[in-house]
């Protein structure tokens, strides 16, 4: 009777209601993963779109590269997550040094794991750019992978990639979906994205319950394919009832003087997302690597007067899946 009396006051917030009474009994916890784990979506911004605030370009400009990276180490640090979902990732040929996996691998990160897949190679550079997922334990890759492809060009400047992950001997698949620059006006590559995802989750014998999706995801309820695509894996955005305002959601910000430098007529809106299967428990959700510094050194030639560490901002969250229905359920 006494577990009976407290249950209700412990729900009264409608955040603790959706996602931490499930935790209490409303759902079979056997149905879950004993952990949960934590995952971050990152955008490192290839610098490819030039500054409007100088006529100077920091296309290939490692020492404002490294400047920004200093900033997102020290942000990593203290969010440590399990997981890091990495888009517009950059090494250059011939120079270790000039690599952000290397300078992250060497900081924050040290002793993750790595998967990576380029998507571009940039001539006047010299650049190779990756989608790339860092792991951490209790998280780590798995050994089980063995479907040769694993990227797919979206549109002219789109991409997906996957990893297969595992958490206590149970798989995840992560999708790091990068949608193209004019998504709004091709709605459409949903439905190619669905299509080869469906045909992903078949060949790997994951179910639904088990996907991640993470990366540049813009969308709403009134674009039918975004629509359909989120219906049809049942997927919901981690963000659903973290965000009091819509501000507080916000992942391209006119706050952020690198995103106004670069919008190019972009209007702020939360396009970064993590998504997952609807009845995955999510403990926490908010916008990370939005903090800046009051002075940069090397974006001052590009008209910068404060340092940001990308051009969008991050998100965050905690999450704990859903295992697969047992067969013939």
Known sequence: MQRARLFPLACLSLSFWV???????????????????????????????????????????????????ELIDEQLRI????????????TRRGSPSESDINILNFGALEGYEWDAEMVAFHKDTQEMQYQATAVGLPVK??????????????????????????????PILLINVSMPGGAQKVDHWYEFVESELSDLLE????????????????GGVIWPG??????????????????????????SSNQNDLFMATAQGQSPSHSERIMVHRDALVSF??????????RTVYGEPYGLQRLWASRVYGWLANVRLQRCPPSGS
């Not at 969010?79 to 950059?90: A, K, M, N, T």
């Not at 890759?141 to 206590?168: C, H």
């Not at 060949?203 to 540049?216: A, F, N, P």
């Open 79 to 90: 969010s440590r997550p399990d997981i890091v979902v990495f888009q517009e990732l950059l």
């Open 141 to 170: 890759l798995s050994s089980s992978d063995r479907i040769a492809k694993k990227f797919w060009p979206i549109g002219i400047d789109g991409f997906m990639n996957y990893s297969l992950l595992e958490l206590d001997q149970q």
């Open 285 to 294: 959700s908010n916008v990370v690597m939005n903090k800046m510094k009051d």
């Open 203 to 218: 060949e790997l014998g994951i179910c639904k319950q088990r996907l991640v999706i993470s990366g540049y995801l813009p």
């Open 19 to 69: 996602n931490g009474c499930a935790l209490l009994g409303i759902r079979s916890s056997e149905r879950y993963d004993e952990r949960s784990f934590s995952i971050l979506n990152l955008n490192l911004f290839n610098q490819r779109i030039p500054s409007t605030l100088a006529k100077r370009n920091w296309k290939g400009d490692w020492l404002f590269r490294r400047e920004r990276l």
């Open 226 to 251: 975004f629509a359909a695509f989120t219906e049809s894996f049942e997927l919901k955005d981690t963000s659903t009832g973290f965000c009091e305002a819509t501000s507080d959601c916000l992942t």
